[in-house]
């Protein structure tokens, strides 16, 4: 049975939802120690706190570097946990006071670390399980030589079996992995420099697991296994979502890392494979974040996470502004600021005064711009297919002067996703606001006609009446008079109620009430009126 290349792919679907069914996992892996994966956590845990994220380190193995150490900054620590174990007293990982704290992101260094005896689970990746299970997003580390899959190779290729493995599975159900990456000789200067180990300990690491073509290789590893991710990733988005001919889109990020290892011989090829991560990194979010939009919600929900995303991109506040219709005498939309990260980051008047400048004019204002430079927001239009449909606010530093090429390409494709999703969530609004006036409609004929039903039979039953009695009034009974003038009586009340009871529904909707008010001229009540005198007579 041949497939339909536009149904998304049932086993795609279901890798996704085991993904977004608990927490998020991000693992930082390197080719080797040292390369600076535990600097480059902290360092993006930091902008994340600084956007106001809720982030605590869960443990974080320094090994006596002082770099490492300096990059916790004033970021919280979870007191250790205390085990006893043969007289001695081990610190570990605290996990119950950790799924107590449940903070929005947990740091866990080496994910690959054996726990000591007395914890509940005996390796680190199994407490990350736990806290996932709970709903705790976790960032960890993990060199590629602790890969379960990868440990044979590893032993052949440096000598050294590496004890402490993690599941395949466990990289595969991340969410996000990052390379970091840096050349070996760079690696190997850091070592003699005593940035890695202790300098009793270099020169035993460098005619070991250390050596040059051992780096190599690792790195040669770590690359490889993120371009296989990178290919999973995009592989499995297109699948999920029915989009055709994946095999392009893999072929050229593929072919791109494999250009970038052949050219390693070169002096560039730290810059080179760090511009190729980047990019690689920037396409993952880029995919993410398309997720993201695509779940239903409204412009509250798009523009709240257009917002989270570019304060972590661009690494400072962000805020995203929606343009309110121009009242009579303005000749350009007042931009309001409708999300913001933090909370608090919002733009000063003289900001907006940029602000005001780009959504008139559809171009980009503020700092790092020709126009309003002094301003230190940057405001950056969301074009949309007709006209301008919002505004990006990024505060940056003065120092700053402006975002670098990878971070501004990364922004320029956020702004088109963005307004995709705000002009999808327009339409949307509108269809419903059809539908609502559609259903409206239906409901106020099918009143009407119920209304002239029941609005009719009193009226018929007044008119019967006062016709018997002017024609046969001189010879009917009095007992017969009688009834006909009680049946114009109770008729002519009902109707009065059934007026009462309209006039009553139209001024709740309105706000205003019968008391006091006069009797219009509605066709309605004119045939009351009319009535009245033919009835007087006949009473008196």
């Known amino acids: 049975m041949t497939e339909d290349p536009d149904r998304p792919d049932p ?83 605290d996990l119950d006071a950790a799924l107590a704290r449940r903070p929005r992101i947990l740091l866990l260094d080496e994910l690959a670390h054996s726990n000591a005896p007395g914890s509940r689970h005996p390796k680190r990746w199994q407490d990350v399980e736990e806290l996932r299970d709970a709903g705790i997003e976790v960032w960890t580390t993990m060199n590629v030589q602790h890969l379960e899959s990868l440990s044979e190779a590893v032993a052949r290729i440096t000598g050294v079996r590496v004890a402490e493995t993690v599941p395949d599975r466990v990289l595969a159900e991340a969410v996000a992995v990052e390379l970091i990456d840096i050349p070996p000789a760079e690696l190997i200067e850091r070592m003699r420099q005593g940035k890695v180990y202790r300098a009793d300990q270099v020169t035993r690491a460098l005619r070991g697991f250390f050596r040059e073509g051992n780096l190599a290789a690792l790195r040669e590893m770590a690359l490889r296994r993120t371009a296989e991710r ?43 494979v760090r511009a190729a991560h980047a990019r690689l990194v920037s396409l993952r979010r880029l995919v993410e974040f398309s997720r993201r ?18 304060a972590r991109i661009a690494g400072s506040a962000a805020c995203v502004l929606l343009p309110l219709p121009p009242t009579p005498g303005e000749a350009a939309p007042e931009p309001v600021v409708r999300a913001a990260v933090p909370v608090e980051a919002e733009p000063d008047d003289g900001a907006m005064a940029a602000a005001r400048w780009a959504i008139a004019n559809g171009r980009a204002a503020g700092r790092g711009t020709d126009t309003l430079p002094a301003s230190p927001w940057q405001f950056r239009p969301m074009r949309g297919s007709r006209s301008v449909v919002g505004l990006l606010g990024i505060k940056l530093p003065e120092e700053a002067g402006s975002l670098d090429a990878e971070r501004s390409k990364a922004l320029d494709a956020l702004l088109d996703q963005a307004v995709i999703a705000l002009e999808r969530a327009d339409l949307m609004e509108e269809r419903a606001r059809g539908e609502a006036r559609s259903e409206t409609e239906t409901l106020r004929t099918a009143l009407l006609t119920s209304l002239g039903h029941d609005l009719k039979t009193p009226l018929t039953s007044i008119r019967g009446a006062i016709g018997t009695l002017r024609t046969f009034g001189e010879s009917l009974t009095p007992a017969a008079r009688d009834d006909l003038l009680l049946t114009a009586e109770e008729e002519t009340a009902r109707l009065m109620r059934w007026i009462g009871n309209i006039l009553d529904i139209v001024g709740s909707r309105t706000g205003r009430s019968r008391r006091g008010r006069r009797w219009s001229t509605s066709p309605t009540r004119l045939k009351v009126r009319r009535c009245a005198p033919h009835v007087a007579p006949v009473v008196r």
């Open 11 to 93: 086993d795609a679907l279901l890798a996704l939802a085991r993904r977004e069914g608990c927490g998020r996992l991000k693992v930082f892996l390197g080719g080797a120690p040292g390369v600076g994966k535990t600097w480059e956590m902290l360092a993006e845990a930091r902008r994340r706190a600084a956007g106001g994220g809720d982030v605590l380190i869960g443990i974080v193995e320094t090994h006596g570097r002082a770099e490492t150490q300096s990059a916790i900054g004033d970021l919280p620590i979870l007191p250790r946990a205390r085990l006893e174990y043969r007289g001695q007293v081990l610190e570990e990982f």
């Open 230 to 272: 990178v290919d999973a990733d995009v592989t499995g988005y297109m699948r999920a979502n029915a989009i055709a001919g994946p095999q392009d889109v893999v072929g050229v990020v593929v072919f791109g890392l494999v250009a970038l290892l052949l050219a390693g011989t070169t002096g560039g090829l730290g810059r080179s």
């Open 293 to 310: 939009l695509g779940v239903p919600g409204d412009r509250t929900d798009i523009v709240i996470a257009v917002a989270e995303e570019a």
